[in-house]
């Protein structure tokens, strides 16, 4: 469908409750995609300032209104948000989600690793303040979440990625 060019795709998105993660998994949705889309903030109790606003469920919500007001009316049919909570700090966690993938879909198609981790001082720990002065948990967390579990997602990912990829060269 012209409305709906990745239509039949599967995609994870990891860091989607809110920002660029959340951007991305929205526009991918509404263009037909079925995206798995994680993070720690699932729903609404979990919504606080240090979540910054954003949780899985207000994701989801939120396409399945894009869908309804697509340019041309109708309803999208087959693009929608899949939210699984998940800790990228924590390994079994996100082979756990490639596990759910691989059982419900038999595919993936994209992997957009966006997960970081707002380290435990809060953003107005680090906002303002040189390096130098921030304490090591910053750099711990950032390097944790933002830069180890793209690396282990990407390993618990790449299996996959690369059977769907044989699939739709030998079809």
Same mark, same amino acid.
């Given at each position: 469908?012209?409305?709906?060019?990745?239509?039949?795709?599967?995609?994870?998105?990891?860091?989607? %409750?809110?920002?660029?993660?959340?951007?991305?998994?929205?526009?991918?949705?509404?263009?037909?995609?079925?995206?798995?889309?994680?993070?720690? %903030?699932?729903?609404? !109790? +979990?919504?606080? +300032?240090?979540?910054?606003?954003?949780?899985?469920?207000?994701?989801?919500?939120?396409?399945? +209104?894009?869908?309804?007001?697509?340019?041309?009316?109708? !309803?999208?049919?087959?693009?929608?948000?899949?939210?699984?909570?998940?800790?990228?700090?924590?390994?079994?966690?996100?082979?756990?989600?490639?596990?759910?993938?691989?059982?419900?879909?038999?595919?993936?198609?994209?992997?957009?690793?966006?997960?970081?981790?707002?380290?435990?001082?809060?953003?107005?720990?680090?906002?303002? !303040?040189?390096?130098?002065?921030?304490?090591? +948990?910053?750099?711990?967390?950032?390097?944790?979440?933002? @830069?180890?579990?793209?690396?282990?997602?990407?390993?618990?990912?790449?299996?996959? @990625?690369?059977?769907?990829? !044989?699939?739709?060269?030998?079809?």
């Amino acid at each position: 469908s012209p409305l709906q060019p990745l239509q039949g795709k599967v995609a994870l998105v990891t860091g989607a %409750s809110r920002g660029i993660g959340r951007g991305i998994a929205f526009e991918l949705a509404v263009a037909g995609a079925t995206v798995y889309a994680t993070a720690r %903030s699932y729903g609404e !109790k +979990e919504c606080t +300032e240090a979540t910054l606003g954003g949780t899985l469920t207000t994701l989801a919500e939120d396409v399945m +209104e894009a869908l309804i007001d697509i340019p041309g009316g109708g !309803k999208a049919a087959n693009g929608r948000v899949i939210p699984l909570r998940c800790d990228h700090a924590v390994d079994p966690q996100i082979y756990s989600v490639l596990d759910t993938v691989r059982r419900v879909e038999g595919r993936l198609d994209f992997l957009v690793n966006n997960a970081f981790a707002i380290p435990p001082s809060g953003v107005a720990g680090m906002v303002g !303040k040189p390096f130098w002065e921030q304490g090591a +948990e910053v750099w711990d967390s950032l390097l944790n979440v933002g @830069l180890r579990n793209h690396y282990i997602a990407a390993c618990a990912a790449v299996p996959l @990625l690369i059977e769907t990829r !044989k699939e739709a060269w030998t079809a």
